[in-house]
């Protein structure tokens, strides 16, 4: 079945380094995909997304690649800040173009800390 | 900025009791969805509505009904709550017919069924 995941849980990374989160999806029909930062105590928030047709999108200071033949999404952030603690999931919209019910299937979650 | 706003960040209730949460949005969205987030379980899709009292069960319905009266606001009710219903809740809402099916989320609602 359809399914996203995350490789990490956790991923503690030192102030001012860079920072990659990783993703696989399983559904090869999958032609959108999307990266949401969570806050504690805040709903998820967009970041960035990326549609099949690319392999690589930049955003400030992030940057998504995606490699459809591996079917992995990664989120690069560059110079990870403080503020960039969070939880970060990937979700992948499987059905663009069939349907716009934007029914997103989520991963779950890897929880960037960084460290001072 | 587009706002998603949920009435109660935190609630506490009874088991059997009935439980209403509400959801409204300003973007004039057509899609309202309701998720719950688990430690350990993600994002799960409880029910989700594509216009005004049109809805569709998501993943997990059971024990779950919703309303869609108006195009704005999207309720989720726990007819007899249970305490294995305690979780966060999260509403969101997307735009119909565009090519942008990313999804704005309200800042959640813990809930806890004691």
């Known amino acids: 079945g359809e399914s996203v995941g995350l490789h990490l849980p956790t991923l503690s990374v030192q102030e001012g380094d860079n920072s990659i989160i990783n993703c696989a999806y399983s559904?090869?029909?999958?032609?959108?995909f999307i990266w949401y930062k969570q806050e504690s105590g805040k709903g998820p928030q967009f970041i960035i997304d990326?549609?099949?047709?690319?392999d690589k999108r930049q955003g400030q200071r992030v940057t998504v690649l995606l490699n459809k033949t591996v079917k992995h999404l990664s989120l690069q952030i560059a110079a990870t800040q403080p503020g960039d603690s969070a939880v970060y999931f990937c979700?992948?919209?499987?059905?663009?173009?069939?349907?716009?019910?934007?029914?997103?299937?989520f991963g779950q979650g890897t929880t960037l800390q960084v460290k001072p | 900025d587009v706002k998603v706003t949920q009435s109660s960040r935190y609630l506490v209730k009874r088991t059997g009791e009935k439980v209403f949460l509400e959801c409204v949005q300003d973007?004039?969205?057509?899609?309202m969805f309701w998720y719950r987030q688990d430690p350990g379980l993600g994002l799960r899709l409880i029910y989700f509505?594509?216009?005004?009292?049109?809805?569709e069960k998501g993943d997990i319905p059971e024990g779950y009904s919703v309303s869609r009266e108006k195009k704005e606001r999207f309720s989720l009710i726990l007819e007899s709550a249970s305490t294995n219903q305690t979780s966060m809740y999260l509403c969101?809402?997307?735009?119909?017919?565009?090519?942008?099916?990313?999804?704005?989320f309200g800042s959640g609602t813990q809930l806890s069924v004691l």
């Open positions: 969101a809402s997307s735009s119909m017919g565009s090519l942008n099916e990313k999804l704005f």
């Open positions: 559904n090869s029909a999958s032609d959108y």
């Open positions: 990326i549609r099949s047709n690319m």
């Open positions: 979700a992948d919209y499987p059905g663009h173009g069939s349907s716009n019910t934007g029914k997103l299937i």
């Open positions: 973007m004039d969205h057509e899609n």
């Open positions: 509505s594509y216009d005004v009292k049109m809805k």
